[in-house]
């Protein structure tokens, strides 16, 4: 236990002794005054151990109090001061300390998200280097080609543009291999680099050089699946461009009322022009892409065809709904890695919360189990069933009758003033029992059987309340 804790401990066993002073007298509504510090403690708990120091040492306390105000009655005393532990004192700190933990919950769940969300936002700041970085490199690429086939090129100014052309490669390899590292592969969904359109893409790659046929028809109303479309297209054209330089690409974009079909082919590449770095068409890019697409609720297929290469995807007009909401809200959320770390603080959390209901738990078990055996006793030795009352009438022997009496009876002072006691016989002696038909029968009526020279001269029942 911390130091700066012991104050909890000394306010709880305060708090216990308190009420044990309290109870059974004028001023034990002031009790109830107790509930704020008992809740307000659980709220500051950091650990069960000042609670459980407090609680215990003030049950102590309170067994000795009771036994130095009522020796003869003590143990029923202190029962009826542990009871109410238990409901003005435990029951609030232990409700103060689930809030705590709860909050504690939520701080730590949030702290993940934000982390997470942070990584997300680097990662996707990665991928828009490769859609920026890649794709110039990819021009650079297209451009170096070209200087090679130039008719009037001196041999070194070719080997010069192959070594550009090489290097150009080799750097757009680099950058997959270091992006591929930092991406996270459930990455949301992000716009277009730089608000890019297919006008402004086609102009760029032909520009570059390459044979780009462009045919648009019809509108796309939703801003997601235009910028969808636009990542199809940059993603397959910067593909051709790196694996089929010169070979003439036609893009087709048909925009219908349920749907927007995107198709991307490039034919088979002159084998003089054909990428020098022999790898197989396709990356990032259109993997990014394919994912985006298959949030919008569509599908995209990149794959050969014809010694070239076809991109198709068809993407609804409609994008599901809540993908928007998702991409910006609540996407990391989703994110198997955020999900993996608020199972496992969810985990700790119920676990903290049970060794919390612990304590109230096990003192509500343990103060049921002595109440059932306390109970258990007092019908066995004071508590007298109604036929056995049956058995006893006056100027019956008291030998007779002693053999239907339990073997204990409770004292006069013991019955509750509730109980209107009449009158004794004249020089009768008199004995009371709790007229109780089980163990768990809570009558508060009392039996009266008095005797007088071994004979019962009055066998009374004595209602809990004025008749």
């Not at 394919?290 to 290469?309: A, K, N």
């Amino acid at each position: 236990m911390r130091r700066n804790e012991w104050w909890q401990a000394l306010v709880i066993f305060a708090c216990a002794t308190t009420t044990a002073l309290l109870t059974d007298t004028p001023w034990s509504p002031l009790q109830l005054l107790l509930v704020v510090p008992a809740y307000l403690i659980g709220r500051r708990s950091t650990s069960m151990q000042p609670a459980l120091l407090g609680f215990g040492t003030g049950l102590i306390a309170q067994l000795a109090l009771s036994w130095f105000a009522q020796p003869a009655d003590y143990l029923s005393m202190w029962l009826t001061a542990v009871v109410t532990d238990f409901v003005i004192l435990l029951l609030p700190w232990w409700l103060g300390r689930a809030l705590r933990l709860r909050n504690i919950r939520q701080s730590q769940e949030d702290a993940i998200i934000t982390d997470l969300a942070r990584m997300r936002e680097r990662a996707r700041i990665a991928e828009d280097m490769h859609d920026l970085i890649g794709h110039d490199l990819a021009l650079i690429s297209l451009h170096s080609g070209a200087l090679e086939l130039l008719a009037d090129a001196s041999d070194d100014q070719r080997e010069a543009a192959s070594q550009i052309r090489a290097r150009a490669v080799a750097a757009t390899d680099r950058l997959h291999e270091i992006l591929g590292v930092l991406r996270n592969e459930e990455t949301e969904p992000r716009r277009s680099p730089g608000g890019l359109d297919l006008d402004r893409i086609v102009e760029s790659a032909e520009n570059s050089g390459m044979d780009v046929n462009l045919s648009v028809s019809g509108p796309i109303a939703a801003e997601a699946v235009a910028r969808a479309v636009e990542r199809v297209v940059q993603e397959s054209l910067t593909n051709a461009a790196k694996h089929a330089s010169g070979a003439p690409v036609t893009i087709t974009v048909d925009s219908r009322a349920e749907c927007v079909d995107v198709l991307v082919v490039n034919e088979r590449p002159d084998s003089s022009r054909a990428g020098a770095d022999g790898s197989q068409p396709g990356g990032m890019g259109l993997i990014a892409a394919e994912e985006r697409i298959r949030l919008l609720g569509g599908t995209m297929s990149p794959r050969p065809h014809l010694g070239g290469f076809r991109v198709s995807a068809s993407i609804p007009q409609t994008p599901r709904t809540g993908t928007t909401e998702a991409w910006t809200n609540a996407g990391v959320r989703g994110d198997p890695e955020t999900k993996d770390r608020l199972r496992s603080v969810s985990r700790a959390q119920r676990a903290s919360m049970r060794r919390a209901a612990l304590v109230p738990g096990v003192c509500a078990a343990v103060l049921v189990a002595v109440f059932a055996v306390l109970q258990a006793l007092t019908f066995a030795s004071v508590g007298l069933t109604s036929t056995d009352f049956a058995r006893i009438h006056v100027g019956q022997p008291a030998a007779e009758a002693e053999a239907a009496l339990p073997d204990s009876h409770v004292d006069r002072a013991g019955v509750p003033p509730t109980n209107r006691v009449p009158e004794a016989p004249r020089g009768a002696s008199c004995e009371y029992y709790l007229a109780r038909e089980h163990a768990v029968d809570f009558s508060s009526d009392i039996y009266r059987i008095c005797t007088r020279d071994g004979v019962v001269v009055a066998a009374d029942r004595l209602a809990g309340k004025e008749q």
